[in-house]
C-alpha cells in the first residue's frame, strides 16, 4: 500500500517529468511573450528604482540605468514605448493612468516608457514613475525649437487671435501653452531623441481609464498586421479652432499629390470627396501608431505645409484634426486600427466594448450604456461604413 | 568548440537541472501562495464564467459550479473571503472595487467573494462581477429576519425620529433602508449561510480604491498574528446619529463585565475611563476581520443588547461605532491591526502611507497630501498612541 509519503514523491516525480517538457518547449519557443518572468522584472524595477533615486536629474536625456535591457526578449517583441507629456504636478493623475496600463497590458510585457515635458521633471516625478513602469521609464525635456513660436509667426496677430477667442468662450482659447502642446503633439514628439530609438508608441494621458484585459501585444498586432494608426474614440472638432484647416490640407494636396494613398480614408473627413472637412477625427489622447509615418516624408511636407500657415497659433489647431486627416489622406484606409477591444476613457467619453460576449471575455468593468461609439456626436459609424465593417450585435440600442 | 546548438543545450541542461530544485522546494513548501498558478486559474474561471451565464438564477444560495475547490493550496492559505453588500444597481461601482482588489491582491491568492443583497441578484451583475472575481464568487439574498424591524420596536416612535432626523438635515437620517444596513452589518452579515464557511472576511464597498501593491496573504498575515480586526481609516462619528449608544454600552458592562478584555482598547473610544464616548470608531467600510469574534458569545450579547435598546431605528447607530466600540472592549488592544500598507480610498477619506520609501516599494499611487491619517478629525493618533507606536517621520506634515 502506498505510503503518503510515497504518494507525494511519485506526485513530484510526475509533476516534475511534465514541467520539464513544458519547460523545454517554453524555452525553445521562438515567440512567447506571455511566459511571466517575475523575478528578473522585480530585480530590474529595483534596481531601476535604485537608479532613480540617486541619479541626479538629467532632464535632457536619458534617466536610466546602463545595462539595462531594453526588452526581456529581444527580437521578440516589437520596438515600442509609452509616451507621455507631462508636467510635475500631473504626478498622481498620470500615476492612476500608468497603474491603468499595467494592470491590464503592461505587467505582461514590459514595455518602456517615455515622459516628455518642456519643463525638467523633478525627482518626486521620477521616482514614482519609475517605480511604477515596468518597463524602463525615460525622461526628456523637449527643446525649445519644439516648444516656441516660430519666426514666421506674427506675435500681434497671434495675440488679437488669442483676445478675440478668448471673448468667444472658446475652450483654451486664450492659452499659449495649448498651442505649444498641440503643435509638439503635431509635429515633434516622435522626433525627440528618446523617440528616435522605437518604432512604435502609444499615446497616454493623465487620468485616463482601461477597462478591460489586453492579454495579447498591441504593438506586435500593429507591426503583423501593416496597422500604422489605431484609435479607440472619434468624434467632431469644434469648429471655431479649425476654420481654415481643411484650406491647408487642400493646398497640400495641390502640391503634393504623390503622398495621397491610394485606398485612402477620405470617406471618413470628408462627405463630399475632398470639398469640405465634416470635422470628424481620432480622439488623439489615445493613440498607437508607427513613429515612422509621422517621421515619413508625407507626413513632414504635410506638416510643414500647416506649421507654415500658421493656423496652431492664428487658429488653434488641435493634433487630434491634424493626425487624423494626415492618417486618412496619406496612409491606405486599411491601415487605421479601431481597438474594439481597448475599454478606455477620458474625461468626458467613454468607449466600451458593444457585445457583452467579448466584456465578459475580456473581463471589462465599464458600464456598456457609456459607450460613445454609436450616439450621434461620434465618428466611429462613418468608420464602420467606409470600411465595410460590420457593427456589433446591439448597437442600436447605444444609440443615445 | 562549442557550437550554437551544443550551447543551448547545455544551457538547457543546467537551466532544467536549477528549475527542478526550485520546483522541488516550492511542491513540499509547507507556505508559499505566490506560486502563480495561471493556467489552472484561468481555466476554472472560465468554467465559472459559463456555469454563471448558463445557470439560473439561485439567489438564496451558492451560484458556483459543483466540485469547483475552495482553494488551489487548500490548508496552505486562511480560510477566507472578501464579502459585499450590494444592489443590482451597483453593479459598475463594484466592478470597479473587485478589478482594484483583484490587482493590487486577489490576482495573487484568488480568495471567494460573497456577495449578499436584500433582494436577489440579477443575471447581469452576477455574470460581470463572477468574470471579475478571481476565486469563487457566491450570491446570497438576505433573510427577511436580517432585514427587517424586530418586533420589539415602536413603529410610531421609530416614524417620528426619522422624521425629526430629517427636518434636522442628518445624513440618511429619514431612511429605512440605511437603518437596515447598519444592523444587519452589525448583527447578522457573518450569520449568513455562505459566510458560515468561513473564518476570516475582507469587507469591500463599491467604487473603492487601492492604492498599493499588497504582495503578502493579508488574511493569513491576521491569523499567524492572532489579529481580529483591521483597519485603515478612523474618525469621529456624528454625535447626533448616537446620542444614548454609550448608556447601551455602559449598560452591557454592567451586566457582562466578564466579556471585558483583559488590557483592552478601552483608552481609544473614551478619554475618561469608560464614562463618556469619544466618538472615535474604525471606518467600517474597509474592515478584515475574524468572523468567529463577531459570531462569538461576548459580541452576540454586546449586540443583543444594543439591538433590545433600539437605537438602530430610535436613533441611527452605524455599524462603524458598533463594531468599533466591540472591537475595543472586548478584544485584546493588541489584537487590532491598523494596515498601513494598504492605500485606500472610500469618498471622501484617503489613507496612503506616510513614508516615502513604503510608498515606493509598495507602488502606492497616492498622494501623500490627502493623508487623512493625522488630521485633527483622524483618530488614528490615538491608536497609535495607545499602542505605543512610533508615528511615522514626516507625520506633522500632514496634519492639516
Redesign the interface.
Known amino acids: 500500500m502506498p505510503t503518503p509519503q510515497n504518494t ?1 514523491t511519485l506526485r ?1 516525480a510526475l ?2 517529468f511534465f ?2 517538457i513544458v ?2 518547449k517554453v ?2 519557443s521562438a515567440y512567447d511573450t506571455k511566459v ?1 518572468l ?1 523575478d528578473v522584472a522585480e530585480i530590474q524595477r529595483a534596481q531601476r ?1 535604485a537608479a532613480a ?1 540617486n541619479t541626479p536629474a538629467k532632464d535632457t536625456t536619458v534617466n536610466t540605468p546602463a545595462g539595462f535591457p531594453q526588452a526581456v526578449f529581444p527580437g521578440e517583441r516589437a520596438n515600442a514605448t509609452f509616451v507621455t507629456l507631462a508636467r510635475n504636478n500631473d ?2 493623475e498620470i ?2 493612468s ?2 491603468m496600463v499595467e ?1 491590464r497590458f503592461n505587467r505582461k510585457f514590459h514595455y518602456d516608457w517615455v515622459f516628455l515635458n518642456d519643463q525638467p521633471f523633478d525627482d518626486d516625478f521620477k ?2 514613475t519609475t ?2 513602469v515596468s518597463g524602463t521609464a525615460k525622461y526628456g525635456e523637449i527643446p525649445k525649437k519644439h516648444w516656441s513660436f516660430p519666426d514666421h509667426i506674427d506675435q500681434d496677430k497671434a495675440k488679437q487671435v488669442r483676445e478675440d477667442m478668448h471673448k468667444k468662450g472658446i475652450i483654451y482659447g486664450d492659452s499659449i501653452s495649448y498651442r505649444h502642446m498641440c503643435r509638439f503633439e503635431s509635429g515633434f514628439f516622435f522626433q525627440q531623441e528618446l523617440m528616435l530609438d522605437y518604432e512604435y508608441y502609444w499615446r497616454v494621458e493623465p487620468s485616463i481609464e482601461l477597462y478591460c484585459d489586453i492579454d495579447y501585444d498591441v504593438f506586435k498586432y500593429m507591426k503583423d498586421n501593416k496597422k500604422n494608426y489605431g484609435f479607440t474614440l472619434s468624434l467632431y472638432e469644434y469648429v471655431e479652432t479649425i476654420p481654415t484647416l481643411w484650406n491647408s490640407v487642400k493646398t497640400f494636396m495641390k502640391e503634393h499629390p504623390e503622398h495621397i494613398a491610394k485606398n485612402n480614408g477620405m470617406q471618413f473627413v470628408s462627405d463630399d470627396a475632398g470639398v469640405n472637412y465634416n470635422r470628424c477625427h481620432f480622439w488623439s489622447n489615445f493613440e498607437v501608431g508607427n513613429l515612422n509615418f509621422w517621421r515619413g516624408k508625407a507626413y513632414t511636407e504635410f506638416f510643414n505645409r500647416l506649421d507654415q500657415d500658421g493656423g496652431f497659433f492664428y487658429e488653434r489647431w488641435g493634433d487630434a484634426p491634424v493626425h487624423s486627416i494626415a492618417a486618412a489622406l496619406l496612409l491606405p484606409k486599411d491601415e487605421i486600427h479601431f481597438f474594439n477591444d481597448i475599454g478606455y476613457y477620458h474625461v468626458p467619453f467613454t468607449h466600451c466594448p458593444t457585445s ?1 460576449e467579448d ?2 471575455k475580456l ?1 471589462c ?3 456598456p450604456k457609456k459607450n460613445f461609439d454609436w450616439k450621434g456626436y461620434s465618428c466611429t459609424s462613418r468608420f464602420f461604413e467606409m470600411n465595410g465593417l460590420v457593427k456589433p450585435a446591439g448597437y442600436e440600442k447605444q444609440m443615445d
Open positions: 507525494r513530484f509533476l516534475a514541467s520539464l519547460f523545454y524555452y525553445t511571466p517575475p528604482l533615486a504626478i498622481w500615476a492612476k500608468i497603474r494592470d521616482k514614482v517605480a511604477l457583452e466584456r465578459l473581463k468593468t465599464c458600464d
